[in-house]
Structures are given as C-alpha cells and as structure tokens.
C-alpha cells in the first residue's frame, strides 16, 4: 500500500488505520538518537573498563581490576580498624582496670548496647531485668560473683556450655529421681518458703529442715544463702530465676533446673567480652550497691 500524506501536519502515514485514525510515519527526535547513541558509547566505555562479560569459569575483570567483593571486604577491614581506634582501651586494659575508670560509661554504654543487644537481650532481656528461666542481670544477686573480673570469666566459658571450662551449676532433679518421698518434698518446700520469710506451715518447715541440711545444704549451705564457688542460689531473698512461689518450688524440686549460658569466646573477641563485661557491671550499679 502506498503511504499517503496527512492532509494537517504534511507527514506520511504508514498505512494503518484503526477506526478511522491513521498512524503518522513521524520520525524520531535527534535528540533521542544523540542519547542512545551515547548511551551506547558509556555502556562500551564501561564494559571495557569494569567487569562485565560472563566466561565458563571467571568473567572479564575490566582494565581498572576492580572487584566489588575486595571493595566489601577493604570497607569491612576499614570498619573493624576504625572501631579498635575508637574502643582503644579495650584492646589493652584488662577488665578490672577499665572498671576503675569512671569516664568509660559516659563514653561508651550506649554503642556498648548495640552489643549487648545483638548477643545478649533475647535471654536476659533488653534491659538486662531478665525473665523466667533468665536472671536479672542489674541487682546484686550473682550465681557467681558479680565482679567484673568473674561476669568476664563467666561469659568466656559460659554456664553447663560446651567449653571444657564451663562452669558448672544444676539443681537435680530430687523427686522424678526418688531421692525423697512426696510427702518429703512438700516439707522441703516449705522449709524453704520459711527461709525466704514467705508463708508456710510451720510444722512442715520444722520437718524439711532436717531434709534440707542432708540433702540440700551441700550446694545452698546451711543457712541456705547458696555459695559463690557452685552456682547455687540464695534462697533466703526474693530474687527467683524460676519462680519462689510454692508451685514454682515444687516444678523445681521435682524436676530439676540445668539452665545454659553459651560461652563468648568461640564467638566474641576478647575486647567485645570486655566490653559486654562492663556494660553488664555498669547496669548493676544504678541501685547504689555494689
């Protein structure tokens, strides 16, 4: 079909029609061709110079050499350098000596956080206040002292972990393993619900003492204030990581407790144990106790 001319704006059609409309024959602007044609040009420019064509087993690396992974990893080096500059002390004061220096708080406790909170606040909670199962990690009720030179020990090798240091704390399981009698465990119970000044019947404490000095008293002493060296807890306070009430007693000495603290050092370096060590000594010094 031979094109015709549009009678208005004098272009050629292409000879189709659609209901009556004729499609122009309008060429494209300059201006769009200047700009493929340069686009064109930067895509060669650029393929020439950075990666780009795919081969069997590698690709063309472009005459500048450049590598998006070495980019990644250079910033990465970058940052971690940055951050030993930045976290100094750190790096080479020990524990005790950075907890003696009352300007690092002030400093450092709010990038310290960012820390604690990627490793730590699942468990312990995001203010450290801990939850069932979990202590709190702000009072002054430690299973293993809270100085900063034991918080460091213990988050090195972590509580019944996999290190071969772990320290070691579990509560046995008195009652699925038939060491006492119902009965007897009931008393026990309430020997300790006297010990931490709750209710109780007094003839059934009077009973569980003497259960309590054969078979408990090793780990908890005798005056069941517990012990620093076994991770056995006082029992004479109201601090509970599972519960103090008489039922959550009676889960506890019937079943067991064997909680697990996975231990940092396979995971953290030394300076990020040190400097969770300090953000958790720090958080135990808002009450004024040491």
Sequence with gaps: MKPERDEISGQETTGHEWNGIKELNTPMPKAFHIWLWLSIAVSVLLWILYP????????????????????VTDDVAAGRAQRSEAFAPFETMSVDELAADPGLRDAYEDEIAVLY????????????????????????????????????????????????DTRIAEMPAIGKDQWLEKGEIADVIDHVLLLSRQDHDPD?????AALFADNCASCHGDDGMGGLENGAPNLTDATWIYGGDRQSLHDTVNNGRAGVMPHWSDRLTEAEIRKLTLYIWWAGQDDGDS
């Excluded at 780009?52 to 980019?71: E, H, M």
């Excluded at 709190?136 to 293993?144: E, K, M």
């Excluded at 059934?204 to 569980?208: E, K, S, V, W």
């Design 204 to 208: 059934a404490a009077a009973r569980g």
């Design 52 to 71: 780009s064509f795919p081969f069997i087993k590698s690709y063309a690396g472009g005459i500048l050499g450049y590598s998006s992974r070495i980019a």
């Design 117 to 164: 909170r990627d490793n730590c606040s699942a468990c312990h909670g995001r203010n450290a206040t801990g939850q069932t199962g979990f202590p709190n990690l702000t009072d002054d009720q430690w299973l293993w002292s809270g100085t900063p030179e034991e918080i460091e020990y213990t988050l090195q090798v972590g509580i019944n972990s996999t290190h071969n």
